[in-house]
């Protein structure tokens, strides 16, 4: 069975830092591209970060660059998102996504959100 699970969520104040755990299991967790999402109440999701298989070159939303960091550990099958410099405006429920660079849609897995909320 696969299973996405978020952890690190929680309540901040602006300025301050979390750190995002999403932890998988029931798939090849290395052959997949790993990305964070996020949305906030009234919004659609938007992607914050991904990063790819052999995890180099990740990708940031142009509002979070320089403030956050994705990463991940396939040998704990675990990706990560360090938020630093929060801003109110980040406050959202936060999902872990994974996709198969091969198969696209057809092998992709959503995890079930962490709540961040940053207090001004």
């Known amino acids: 069975q696969v299973q996405l699970v978020e952890s690190g969520g929680g309540l901040v104040q602006s300025g301050g830092s979390l750190r995002l755990s999403c932890a998988a299991s029931?798939?090849?967790?290395?052959?997949?591209?790993l990305s964070w999402y996020r949305q906030a109440p009234g919004k659609e999701r938007a992607l914050v970060a991904t990063i790819t298989t052999a995890g180099g070159s990740p990708n940031y939303a142009d509002s979070v660059k320089g403030r956050f960091t994705i990463s991940r550990d396939n040998a704990k099958n675990t990706v990560y998102l360090e938020m630093n410099s929060l801003k109110p405006e980040d406050t959202a429920v936060y999902y872990c996504?994974?996709?198969?660079?091969?198969?696209?849609?057809?092998?992709?897995?959503w995890g079930q959100g962490t709540q961040v909320t940053v207090s001004s």
């Open positions: 029931g798939f090849t967790f290395s052959r997949y591209t």
């Open positions: 996504n994974a996709v198969s660079p091969r198969l696209g849609w057809r092998s992709e897995y």
